[in-house]
């Protein structure tokens, strides 16, 4: 175990972008109550420790992918059993925001299975991103490379977050993805950070990766020129079908130290719980909150995978006294119309982990 890192110097309250990779390692292994209280200390001087960020995802272009990202049940290079689907129409996707908005989400992500977006995409997906904010939704995309001028496009639609993920450390990036490289992506975040977009990246854990290449993931996403607003930290849902479909499965114990690590070194930065919480039990997510977490995936659905229910989330969040941030319901009042409202709502859907 390393030495416990000094809290002295975690309490500056200075917001840091040339973290070494030492320094994230000492922080990252550090016996567990520590960690936890250094997190848990860091998170309340930036935030309501009681409150999380509820956005619900919706895949608007699925499958048939042109990438090889192995994890990926959407990548065309595999077989996971999904069919292709053109991209959504504009009132449909509005109708899913509307839901999700009543369901008590604030930020709305749609989420395309491209390598980028082509021109006739951007204009449609640019009219759903201006309608969904009127409807008083905070709005996300997620579409693949953007050059400057795209990014810029989003910008003036009213766009609020794009999310565009490292996945991993440098490294290990080249055991992942072949079709595009790690300076493409940084080459994206930095056209959306150019253009005035909050930027929302993050990774992976959970894909086979040696434990540097996790400290090696925050250190990319930390030293960036400026922290992301919002970091989804992913537990790889294995998919069978896509390279990753056997990889054996992450300790818990290991999630919650990054997601402590990744709420240490981006004091100010939403961090967010994201995949893989159908297989974390409630003991687990609840560490996650107190390491920092402070965002969810909210709704049934990731993109083409299983997430919790919207009312399991709910109860856990009334049984911890946590309010779902900018909701106009109280987690009692949600609670009590999923009940009602969920099975009336719920829909059948293809989810690429039961293929
Ligand atoms: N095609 C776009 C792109 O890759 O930029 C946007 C959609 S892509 C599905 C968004 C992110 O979802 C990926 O970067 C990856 O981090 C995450 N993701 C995809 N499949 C996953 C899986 N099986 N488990 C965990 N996270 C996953
Ligand atoms: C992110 O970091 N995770 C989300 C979102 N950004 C787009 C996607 C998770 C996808 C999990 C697999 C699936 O449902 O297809
Ligand atoms: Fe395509 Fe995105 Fe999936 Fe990679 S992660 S295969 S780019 S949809």
Redesign the pocket.
């Known amino acids: 175990m390393s030495k416990p890192v000094n809290l002295d110097i975690l309490n500056s309250g200075q917001i840091r972008n040339d973290w070494s990779l030492g320094e994230i390692e000492a922080i990252y292994n550090q016996p567990f109550n520590d960690l936890l209280f250094a997190a848990q200390t860091i998170h309340r001087q930036h935030f309501n420790p009681n409150q999380v960020q509820t956005s619900t ?1 919706l895949s608007i272009k699925t499958g048939a992918c042109p990438e090889d990202c192995a994890y990926c ?2 990548s065309g290079h595999y077989n996971t059993g999904l069919s292709k689907e053109q991209l959504m129409a504009v009132e449909e996707v509005v109708t899913k925001a509307q839901q999700a908005k009543e369901t008590g989400a604030t930020r709305f ?1 749609m ?1 395309a299975a491209w390598r980028s977006p082509r021109e006739k995409d951007l204009a449609v997906v640019l009219e759903m991103v201006k309608q969904v904010k009127s409807l008083g939704l905070e709005t996300c995309v ?1 579409l693949g490379m953007l050059d400057d001028d795209q990014a810029q496009q989003l910008a003036d639609a009213g766009l609020d977050y794009y ?1 565009h ?1 490292l996945d991993t450390s440098p490294e290990y990036y080249q055991q992942i993805i072949t079709t595009r490289t790690y300076e493409n992506r940084l080459d994206t975040l930095q056209n959306v950070r150019d253009a005035g977009i909050n930027v929302c990246s ?1 990774g992976i854990i959970g894909m086979g990766e040696q434990t540097q290449d996790r400290y090696g993931l925050i250190q990319q996403l930390a030293n960036m020129p400026e922290h992301p607003q919002s970091v ?1 930290i ?1 537990m790889l ?1 294995a998919v069978e079908g896509t390279p990753l479909g056997e990889v054996e499965k992450l300790d818990s114990i290991d999630f919650v130290r990054m997601i402590a690590t990744a709420r240490i070194v981006m004091p100010k930065s939403y961090i967010r719980l ?2 893989g919480r159908e297989d974390m039990n409630k003991e687990t997510q609840t560490l996650c909150y107190t390491a920092g977490a402070n965002s969810i ?1 909210y709704g049934e659905k ?4 299983a997430n919790p229910e919207a009312e399991a989330d709910m109860k856990l969040f009334k049984q911890l006294g946590i309010k779902p941030e900018g909701s106009e319901a109280t987690q009692e009042e949600l609670v009590q119309e999923l009940a009602q409202e969920l099975p009336k709502k719920k829909e059948m859907f293809y989810d ?1 982990t039961q293929a």
């Open positions: 995802l049940p959407q992500c989420g997620t999310n993920n993050g989804p992913n849902v994201s995949a995936f990731l993109l083409t995978t690429a």
